[in-house]
């Protein structure tokens, strides 16, 4: 690795500086900062309502599409740009930081052309072989584990396949376009227990490739899957640290009241 892209690693890949978001006249956010480490995987946890989703759907401005009813304030640099900058081009974000959504949402399309869709679309003008798009199509299929199941039919209607084999294509969706960081919003909502625990240990292996930041209102899961937690209560950033240090030893009451099942 180049010294100047390994200084830069030491940075953090998503920060997140006094944010502070209004629907209309209600404030959903109050000065939240949070960093997340290049390569790691850092769950978001507290109850409904507590701005979480709000949160991870600011560092790809997907709440901006309310339009001028949402307001914020504050910054969130990624990979050192502001992403709230007026100047940043929202393609080129959304390339850069990839989304997964609480139920899979792959396209009325084969799986091949799922695939491959973010790859032309954020590649139009350049020409790729058949041969070429094959090989990137079966990359991303191998690296989310779902190769094998539809190596012999990519041409199926996308929508017919199992929730967490439509839920593993939708990441592989992303990969090709080359993200550094995959937000996903309670990935494991729509799934059952054995292909939640098949989606968590692909999330887990993309950990190092890609900076991870997960909404989960599963606190069994955040322990399994992530290397931080960061706790959030009534729109307010509780504390953040590694995920072992925050549950065992929480610092502040209220999170521990929160893993306790005192409230949520």
């Known amino acids: 690795m180049a010294e100047a892209e390994r200084d830069a690693r030491q940075d953090p890949a998503i920060d997140v500086r006094g944010v502070s978001l209004w629907y209309g006249t209600f404030q959903a956010l109050f000065g939240v900062d949070l960093q997340v480490k290049h390569g790691t995987i850092t769950a978001l946890i507290g109850p409904s309502g507590c701005g979480k989703s709000t949160l991870l759907r600011s560092v790809n401005r997907i709440n901006e599409r309310l339009g ?8 969130i640099h990624v990979l050192g740009t502001n992403v709230l900058s007026p100047d940043v081009e929202l393609a080129q974000l959304r390339k850069s930081v990839g989304m997964v959504f609480q139920r899979p949402n792959p396209l009325p399309l084969s799986v091949r052309e799922n695939v491959l869709f973010g790859h032309r679309l954020h590649r139009a003008g350049e020409s790729f072989t058949r041969a070429q798009e094959d090989e990137i199509c079966e990359a991303a299929l191998r690296q989310v584990l779902l190769w094998d199941e539809v190596k012999d039919d990519l041409g199926r209607k996308a929508t017919e396949l199992s929730l967490e084999e439509q839920q ?6 992303l990969l090709p376009v080359k993200p550094t ?4 919003d309670e ?3 729509a799934l059952d227990p054995a292909a939640t625990e098949a989606l968590e240990a692909l999330i887990w292996g993309l950990r190092g490739d890609y900076t991870i930041l997960i909404v989960t209102h599963n606190m069994a899961q955040a322990r399994r899957a992530s290397e931080h937690t960061a706790f959030m ?8 640290g590694h995920t072992l240090d ?17 409230y949520g």
């Open 233 to 240: 209560l009534l729109g307010r950033m509780m504390e953040h």
């Open 246 to 262: 925050l549950f065992l030893r929480p610092a502040k009451r209220e999170t521990a009241d929160y893993i306790e099942g005192r």
């Open 68 to 75: 001028s009813y949402v307001r914020t304030s504050g910054s």
């Open 187 to 189: 990935p494991t909502s």
């Open 181 to 184: 960081v995959i937000l996903m």
């Open 168 to 173: 593993k294509l939708c990441i592989a969706r």
